[in-house]
Each structure stands twice: as C-alpha cells, then as structure tokens.
C-alpha cells in the first residue's frame, strides 16, 4: 500500500507568495494531521481533521494559514502571503482515529520562503 | 499541557553495541501513549515503537525495546546490536488518550542526534 503522499518534496518561493502544499492519506484512514519542523520550534501540530472535519487548529500560527479537507483523499495546506519564517518542512500525517492510533507521516515538504 | 524531554541532543555508540536514549515528560493524565520515531537524512519520520501507559510490559519490536517507568514519566529507547542504518534523529513522542479537542495530537521532544561509529 503507499504510504502519505506528499507534494511538492520541495518549494521555494519568494516572499509575499502563495504556497500551497498538498497531502494524500493512506488510504481508509480517517485522521489527518499537519506539522511543522524547524530548528527552533522542533515539531509541532498545526491542525488536525477527523472525518474531513477540523478538530483542533489552535498551532495554526496566524491568519496567513489555511488549511482544507474537501474529502477523505485529499487536504491543503496554504501560506498567503508567505513570509521567510515560514521556511520549514511541512509534514501530513494520517491515521484511523481509534484510542489507539499510530500516526503514519509522509516525507514531508520542505519550504523555503527568499 | 503536556511536555516532552529529551536531554540528550546527541549520542554515539559503536556498531554493534548498545545504546539508551533517555525521554522524560510531564503530564497529569493516567491514560496516553507514547512513541519513538525515527528520522533519518532523508527527513521521513519512521514510527520504531509504541508503548501505551496502561500495560505494565515494556513494549519490544526486534532489537528495540523501551523502559517505562510510570510513576518517574521516563521512557527510554534502547537499540541493541547498533547498526549502520540506526543513525538518525530519535524523536520521543507524546499523546493522550480520549477524544477531547487536542487529544489527538503528538507532542515531540527535541529529538537525539544518534551516531553510528563503524
């Protein structure tokens, strides 16, 4: 089975931009998670879906991030207007949402904001 | 809110041996999961084993095994026969148990840089 598709692997954009970065669960997977990595902050959630659904948003850093699950296969993630510090990697990660779930991450998207 | 630490920025082992990689937290619930991942240069986050707080057996997977010890909120990794493809950043990872909002979510600590000497 794959695992978490992500896309891009990679983006660099210039500031002021628009970034979108896109995530495929595994399949059968109810749960979707949004993290971010950098230096400084280590990882941490963004936002998480249940059923499509948002659950939690409160690491979403401020108004300039999105992020949609328009169906079960399918989420975004976007910065408008990107800024410099948003450069990190950008990880999604699926699971089925049980007391017991195991986070399953995809390779993670790595931004770079100039 | 929960915490995850990790004093350890980085570690070395010789091949073949054995290393323990050391994780504290903080937390007030009785019931959570905790994890360790594993990322490698290549920056996929690989999960290496889980432990859930209510069974009292240290969870096992191959050359991997963790010590928990509930009442000190330590959890540490040992990888015995250290191999060439262990090195990586370890991750020790936190999450609740119940549907709360926010319960779901991992939290990470700042991970061990692992080292690998041939």
């Known amino acids: 089975d794959a695992g978490v598709i992500q896309s891009p692997r990679h983006e660099v954009t210039e500031m002021g931009q628009e970034v979108t970065l896109r995530c495929k669960p595994i399949s059968g997977h109810n749960s979707l998670f949004w993290y971010r990595q950098t230096m400084m902050r280590g990882l941490e959630l963004l936002i998480y879906f249940n059923n499509n659904v948002p659950i939690d948003d409160s690491g979403m850093p401020e108004d300039r991030f999105s992020a949609k699950m328009p169906n079960a296969s399918f989420s975004t993630l976007k910065i408008q207007p990107s800024e410099p510090r948003d450069s990190a990697v950008y990880f999604c990660a699926s699971s089925w949402a049980s007391l017991a779930d195991t986070q399953y991450f995809g390779p993670g998207t790595r931004l770079t904001v100039l | 809110a929960q915490t995850v630490t990790q004093s350890q920025p980085e570690m070395s082992v010789q091949e073949a041996e054995t290393v323990t990689l050391s994780c504290t937290y903080d937390?007030?619930?009785?019931?959570?999961?905790l994890f360790w991942y594993k990322q490698p240069p290549s920056r996929q986050m690989i999960l290496v084993i889980r432990q859930e707080a209510y069974k009292q057996q240290n969870a096992t997977e191959n050359r991997f095994s963790v010590n928990f010890q509930k009442a000190a909120k330590s959890f540490s990794l040992k990888i015995s026969d250290s191999q060439l493809g262990d090195a990586a950043m370890y991750f020790c990872a936190y999450r609740s148990s119940g549907w709360g909002q926010g319960a779901q979510k991992l939290v990470f600590g700042q991970g061990t840089r692992l080292t690998i000497n041939p």
């Open positions: 937390t007030s619930e009785s019931d959570y999961y």
